[in-house]
């Protein structure tokens, strides 16, 4: 089992940054491709960003390119998604996943653990 507690998420002006974090604890944390999918009430949740074990791979949805960016520390145990020049549609509940696999992450049914989310809500 792996745990995902995320953090960081809140009100923000258009046009401001956040950070948010995810802890991982359980099995080895580096084994796992983190990512952060974001869902908004009604819709589908759907894929932002995703790092593989060694950051040797990462990649983004086209909305966020250029504007977010994900990152990790292995020894920490700990997933970062930098936020920055944020609009209001970026608002959501952000949540933090973990596969094994890099490659079907992006898929939601491939995703091993999920957090509970944190909600970022970005003002006009």
């Known amino acids: 089992q792996v745990q995902l507690v995320e953090s960081g998420g809140g009100l923000v002006q258009a046009g401001n940054s956040l950070r948010l974090s995810c802890a991982a604890s359980g099995r080895t944390f580096s084994n796992y491709a983190m990512g952060w999918f974001r869902q908004v009430p009604g819709k589908e949740r759907e894929f932002v960003t995703a790092i593989s074990w060694n950051a040797g791979r990462i990649s983004y949805t086209d909305s966020v390119k250029g504007r977010f960016t994900i990152s990790r520390d292995n020894a920490k145990n700990t997933v970062y998604l930098q936020m920055n020049s944020l609009k209001p549609e970026d608002t959501a509940v952000y949540y933090c996943?973990?596969?094994?696999?890099?490659?079907?992450?992006?898929?939601?049914?491939?995703?091993?653990?999920w957090g509970k989310g944190t909600l970022v809500t970005v003002s006009s």
């Open positions: 996943a973990a596969d094994r696999n890099y490659g079907t992450i992006a898929t939601i049914e491939g995703i091993d653990y």
